[in-house]
């Protein structure tokens, strides 16, 4: 049974910062992108972040400069560092594998999310 679990949301104020982390079970991220995804309440899941198995990262454009991930393959962990927060950050975060070629904004080309991880914002 493969597990993906992110930890290390909260309740931060504007300006604060977090780190997320999300770890597979076994050796389920070997050889494979990963991508941070959010879904805010009453709004469609958005892509966040992603990075490949040799370490090319993407951001959404709503992200860029603010957030980093980056990934230890020995721990079979991503992180997403999240800068100067905003109260737009507001959302359950998730992580999954990218297991389909193309583009990484693509939820479609991803399996095996995790329950995610509440990040809450306040101004």
């Known amino acids: 049974q493969v597990q993906v679990v992110e930890s290390g949301g909260g309740l931060v104020q504007t300006g604060d910062s977090l780190r997320l982390s999300c770890t597979a079970s076994?050796?389920?991220?070997?050889?494979?992108?990963t991508g941070w995804f959010r879904r805010a309440p009453g709004k469609e899941r958005e892509f966040v972040a992603a990075?490949?198995?040799?370490?090319?990262?993407y951001y959404a454009d709503s992200v860029k400069g603010r957030n980093t991930i980056s990934r230890d393959n020995a721990k079979n962990t991503v992180y997403l560092q999240m800068n100067s927060l905003k109260p737009e950050d507001t959302a359950v975060y998730y992580c999954?594998?990218?297991?389909?070629?193309?583009?990484?904004?693509?939820?479609?080309?991803?399996?095996?999310w995790g329950q995610g991880t509440q990040v809450t914002v306040s101004s």
């Open positions: 990075i490949s198995w040799s370490g090319n990262t």
């Open positions: 999954a594998r990218k297991v389909s070629s193309g583009s990484y904004d693509v939820p479609s080309k991803y399996d095996y």
């Open positions: 076994g050796r389920t991220f070997s050889g494979y992108g």
